[in-house]
């Protein structure tokens, strides 16, 4: 029988990004200028080439999804303040390799004021540019950087004969990824599908699994899902990490056999139109918990579900991470794992042993978006409503001598995705099991 198949959402519309450009463009002064180049197609060996991804703030800003491109924005410009340079159309490529927009397609499918192909762009970029005084672009870009210095040396030329010189550039990210942190009622649409996805798939893959199987045919389970239902992919490499390798934050190896009596530990999530999913469940490979798996668990459980509910407007994300810390410390204390008073635990972060990373990251266009976590070294920012955070608390706990040999090589993480709402949070992931009956009955039930 073949999964059903989720109802797929309607695309962000081309109003949309005209809004985000206008939106941008209004923090922009008056005589500066902005260019966001695309991703550029990336070789994987010889003359094969990756799967193509675009580049999240290029995309963010038009909805273009061609390599080679560029977004220039122009305060002011009468003959409109948005350009694009594009592919050229070109018969014997489009035979190869599909369908270009092109320049007409760029200007009535995304609402591009004003596109022109890539071979008139070494012709018409410097005049564009030329008369700004400040250009804004990514500064971790070597394109991005390479047009600056053209227009540089292209604006010192015309200060000589009288015209305004560029006076110098400016990172272009803080402003687009300042925008970026708060999600659309579309993009959270598009949010909650990819997590549906990803839900579907975990699920799956906890149907499936036994002993004997590897971790590669979990991986094929989910992947599979993930595209039978839409999406492009994986948002990431996806982790399927049996036994000790739970431990390894970023297991991708996937190659070991799933034992019984232990724990694999799944990370993985679908991207949709882009947008991520970010799933993590621990399970045991036989369907049942023993005593201490189910133990740790619990402990990982409660921290979590408290985090999440924790997320609303007028939090930080540093706060929930310490509630966290607490919570799991206490735990680690309770099951002798560590020795102590739980705060002189945290104090001196002997914690850290089995516990390495932070609570949480933002989500959307990227798996781990964009977006500072402070405004300040001293201010922490506080959570609104839009914001989409992932809650991922875990345990991993090495095989020492000195550990109880019940807990040695145990890892486990619990990971939801969940929007900020105007009161409280909505859990996008919450169709996967977590409850350790509920994991057990749907293991049973294969």
Known sequence: MLPELLPRPAAITPAEYRQRRATLIAQLPANAALVVPSAALVTRSHDSEYSFRQQSDFYYLTGIQEPDALLVLLPGREAGQSVVFCQDRDATMEAWTGRRLGAQGVETQHGIDQAFENAQR???????????????????????????????????????????????????????????????????????????????????????????????????????????????????????????????????????????????????????????????????????????????????????????????????????????VRDLTAGLVDLGLLEGDVQACMDDESYRRFYLHSTSHWLGLDVHDVGTYRLDEETPRLLIAGMVVTIEPGLYVPCDDDIPAAYRGIGIRIEDDVVVTRDGQEVLTSAVPKQIADIEQLMANK
């Open 122 to 324: 070494e012709e018409l970029l410097p005049g564009l540019l030329a008369g700004r005084e400040l250009l804004y672009l990514p500064l971790d870009n070597p394109e991005a950087l390479s047009i600056a210095e053209e227009a540089l040396a292209y604006a010192q030329a015309g200060q000589r004969r009288g015209k305004p010189a560029l006076k110098g550039w400016l990172d272009s990210r803080p402003l687009i990824h300042e925008m970026r942190l708060i999600k659309s009622p579309a993009e959270i649409t598009l949010l909650r599908h990819a997590a549906a996805i990803s839900a579907r798939a975990h699920t799956r893959a906890m149907r499936v699994c036994r002993p004997g199987l590897s971790e590669y045919q979990l991986q094929a389970e989910l992947e599979h899902e993930f595209v039978w239902q839409g999406a492009s992919g994986p948002a990431y490499s996806t982790i399927v990490g049996g036994g000790v390798n739970a431990c390894v934050l970023h297991y991708i190896e996937n190659s070991d056999t799933l034992q019984a009596d232990t724990l694999v530990l799944i990370d993985a999530g679908a991207e949709f139109d882009l947008y991520a999913g970010d799933i993590t469940r621990t399970f045991p490979v036989n369907g049942r918990f023993n005593d201490a798996q189910r133990a740790l668990y619990q402990v990982v459980l409660d921290a979590q579900e408290r985090a999440v509910h924790a997320v609303k407007p007028g939090a930080t994300l540093a706060d929930i991470h310490q509630g966290v």
